[in-house]
Each structure stands twice: as structure tokens, then as C-alpha cells.
């Protein structure tokens, strides 16, 4: 069988007058792009816009460089997100579009409006049925992913402390589903106190968007007849005494994630890429990034959503880690060469990619095609 291309370029520029934003360019040109029809179609341009106060999230001159590429072959594009479970400043559409805005992603910054895919109360959503789905039938995603004629994600690579790592599926599975479809996908399981370590400081409570949480006798407690397994409290709580129920739960999610993946892409032209820079253990979600546990290391576009993945992760697996990181304090405890489990123990992020491949959305085997 035939490996699936993904094409790489390193963060070195060679003179004065090269910029990375034009090295992009040429990476995502030599990847195909153009060989795409985007006359007279709606491109969503899938996004993380970064939560207020995190600074690890894309710098949007990468957005506007696609763009601009993309109006130039005829298409008409949008960047786009669906708002989140947990409080912030994306859980509805006006606070979502002020962040994108306060972040940098303005159409006169980007070349291109912003919308918010779910709408103003995270409801505007589309029904799409899941071929070959396991444990979703029918995704529940954002309108305007729904409606988009070509779909591309442009995602930064990092750790995530439930997925293993954000990348091309969990922003597009994770994040094109629409705030019912991610309580779909976190509902396989709920996270406990270890009251040994909780010092009922509260932050797990304010971070709790489903009243869930409570303070008592300066212990915190879970209701799990009100929690959705979003995992918001787990990131929060910085004395790690929350931790999700890793009986199944975590492979199931990952799983789910290919499913709503496949269900946004099936049927469309699509195209992804991942820059793996400012690699924070996790999720931009946070108010806040830790420091990044591995050097920068480079930009990645393929037609495969597996493949492209599957690539960073091996890249950043290979890459030294950045002293005084929490990848270095945690990594002697480890025999294995996986940093993203090192980071977060009970990760499971190969179930996505396996899943994900078996649903024939892509393949795991790629071939790395170097671009200067």
C-alpha cells in the first residue's frame, strides 16, 4: 500500500528577506493545495483562536497567509471554531468572536471574517450520521462545518492532558463538534478527588461549567449526576489531585474523536496542517501555558489527517527535552520514548489515529517529503 505524503519544513529561514510566513506558503504549495477546486466554494479554515490569557496558540499571520492563498485561487474562506463546554471565554459565540478578535484573528488582520460554527448559545449544530461508527451514529457539529464545502485545519501541535496531544483530529473532531456533540464525546467517563492531595483551594469549581463541583470541609467534591466528563478540572487543578476515570474512558474519548472527525471531512475536500511551535504540554483551552517541554520544531501539510499526526508526534518523540520543562521533571519516572505519555500518564492517543485509520479517514504509514 501506498504511503500517504506529508510535507515538512523546519522554523529556519535563510535570509533577511524569507519570512515564515511565506515558508508556509511554500510548504502548503508544495503539499497540493492547488490541486484543489476552490472556485466559488466556502472554505472553513478550522482554528483554535487560543483562550484569553494562554499565548502558546498560532500567531494568525499563518491564518492570513493561508487566506490569502485561498482567495487567490477563488475560494471564499472563514475561520472557524465551535464553543466550549467548560467557562471561558469561547463558551458562547460574542465572547468566542471577542477573543478571536482580542488574539489577533480580526478579518483585517486575517483577510477573512471569523464564524463561530455552533452559533451564539453553542446550539446551531448539524446532524451528521457517522459511517462505520462504533460509538457515535449521528455527530452533532457545528453549522457552518456543516455547511462548508471544503474543510481545512490549521492546528497547533501540542500536548493534551486527555488526547495525548492536540493535532488535525482532535481540532477538527474535538473541536468541530458542537457544544452537545463534546459532551458526547467526554460522556465515557468522570473524573474523581484524590482528597489526599486536594487543599480545596476552589479553582477546580471555577472552572466548572455544569455546577458539578463543590467545596466542603476544604475538600473538593464531584457530582456525577451533573459532570459531562469534559476534563476542564482535571488541567485546572494544579495540585493533580482530580484524574479522569482511566478505565476506558480516555480510549473511548479518542475514539469518539475519529468518529466526529470522519463525520466533518467524509465526502469533502480537505486539507491539514500542523505547526509544531511553543509545544506546551497542554491544551491553549487553559487561561494560561506552561512552558514548552520541546524546542520548536517545524510546519506539516497533508491530504491525510492520520498520517499528518502521526508524523508530528514521532518528530516531536525524537526531539530533546527543554530543561526546567514539565516533560524534564517527570521524564525519569518513564523506560518509554513516548513524551506525550510521559506528560500525561494515562493517555491513550494511539487509539485515535487506529481508530481513525481502521474508518479509512487515513493512513498511520507516511512518507516525510522535506521542504526549504
Known sequence: ????????????????????????????????????????KFVAIKIHFGEPGNLAYLRPQYAAALVDIIKKLGGK????????????GRKNGLDHLETAYKNGFSPYATGCQVVIADGIKGTDEAHVPVKGGEYVKEAKIGRALADADIIISLNHFKGHEMAGFGGCLKNIGMGGGSRAGKMEMHSAGKPSVNESK??????CKKNCANNAITIENRKAHINHDNCVGCGSCVGACVKDAIMPDFNEALDVMNKKIAEYTKAIIDGKPNFHIN???????????????DLAVVPNIGMFASFDPV?????????????????????????????HHDHFKTISPNT?????????EKLGIGKKDYELVKVK
Not at 25 to 35: D, H, T
Not at 313 to 322: L, Q
Open 307 to 335: 498520517a499528518i499526526d502521526v508524523a508530528s508526534a514521532d518528530m516531536v518523540n525524537k526531539m530533546p527535552v527543554i530543561p526546567g520543562s514539565l516533560l524534564d521533571e517527570k521524564i525519569h519516572e518513564c523506560d
Open 348 to 356: 491513550k492517543w494511539q487509539a485515535a489515529t487506529d481508530h481513525a
Open 198 to 203: 486536594c487543599v480545596g483551594c476552589g479553582i
Open 1 to 40: 500500500m501506498e504511503k500517504s505524503k506529508v510535507f515538512f519544513t523546519d522554523m529556519r529561514v535563510n535570509s533577511a528577506a524569507d519570512t515564515l510566513p511565506s515558508k508556509f506558503s511554500r510548504l502548503v504549495k508544495a503539499a497540493g493545495i492547488e490541486k484543489l477546486d476552490f472556485k466559488d
Open 275 to 289: 505547526i509544531a511551535v511553543d509545544i506546551s504540554p497542554y491544551c491553549d483551552c487553559y487561561g494560561g501555558n
Open 77 to 88: 474562506p472563514f475561520l472557524t471554531d465551535c464553543n466550549t463546554l467548560y467557562v471561558g
